[in-house]
T-cell receptor, first 112, second 115 residues
Framework: AQSVTQLGSHVSVSEGALVLLRCNYSSSVPPYLFWYVQYPNQGLQLLLKYTSAATLVKGINGFEAEFKKSETSFHLTKPSAHMSDAAEYFCAVSVNGNQFYFGTGTSLTVIP | GAVVSQHPSWVICKSGTSVKIECRSLDFQATTMFWYRQFPKQSLMLMATSNEGSKATYEQGVEKDKFLINHASLTLSTLTVTSAHPEDSSFYIC???????????FGEGSWLTVV
């Protein structure tokens, strides 16, 4: 079975500060891991994905995530937050790349 | 990029009535589509997998007679919530897998409120 835990349903950072959104996963087989962003009234947009290649994955908008098997983590980071980064972020795990199991989401607020 | 559109984005219906939500892949063919729902402050939960031309596969605990899924064409899947009740109020979102390749695209989601 697969599952995802996102620690912190709300995260606030100052503009220009480091963004760190945490994600831990559970999977009985090597997983695919994803981070999605959802802006208000919009669909899910893929930020980045891990598919067993490089453990450090770079995505769009300056985000990146590192797959750490020993910690079963896939935390999302961005060195410098921008106001436009304020959104809901979802971590997801998939075994076959089709069916996704999502975390509960983390709402990111960027303070000017 | 590929676009998946859901309609309606927002719908309010009376308890006991049925409501249909459409999921369309606008610029690609999707052999497989997926339906999720999200209750407030909870995760998106997979409800069912919809395959074009065949019966949908439902996840455990999802009532197939209540949530009717039809995937009649390669660009359209519909979810019908039958005899809706207030507890069915939720955010429903679909995703579609391109027939060529393995990329998944998500729709914008549909907010259902049953009063």
């Amino acid at each position: 079975a697969q599952s995802v835990t996102q620690l912190g349903s709300h995260v606030s950072v100052s503009e220009g500060a480091l963004v760190l959104l945490r994600c831990n996963y559970s999977s009985s087989v090597p997983p695919y891991l994803f981070w999605y962003v959802q802006y208000p009234n919009q669909g899910l947009q893929l930020l980045l994905k891990y598919t067993s290649a490089a453990t450090l994955v770079k995505g769009i908008n300056g985000f990146e995530a590192e797959f750490k098997k020993s910690e079963t983590s896939f935390h999302l980071t961005k060195p410098s937050a921008h106001m436009s980064d304020a959104a809901e972020y979802f971590c997801a795990v998939s075994v076959n790349g089709n069916q996704f199991y999502f975390g509960t989401g983390t709402s990111l607020t960027v303070i000017p | 990029g590929a676009v998946v559109s859901q309609h309606p984005s927002w719908v309010i219906c009376k308890s006991g009535t049925s409501v249909k939500i459409e999921c369309r892949s606008l610029d690609f063919q999707a052999t497989t589509m997926f339906w999720y729902r999200q209750f407030p402050k909870q995760s998106l939960m997979l409800m069912a997998t919809s395959n074009e031309g065949s019966k949908a596969t439902y996840e455990q605990g999802v009532e197939k007679d209540k949530f009717l899924i039809n995937h009649a064409s390669l660009t359209l899947s519909t979810l019908t919530v039958t005899s809706a009740h207030p507890e069915d109020s939720s955010f429903y979102i679909c995703s579609a897998r391109k027939s060529s390749g393995n990329t998944i695209y998500f729709g914008e989601g549909s907010w259902l409120t049953v009063v």
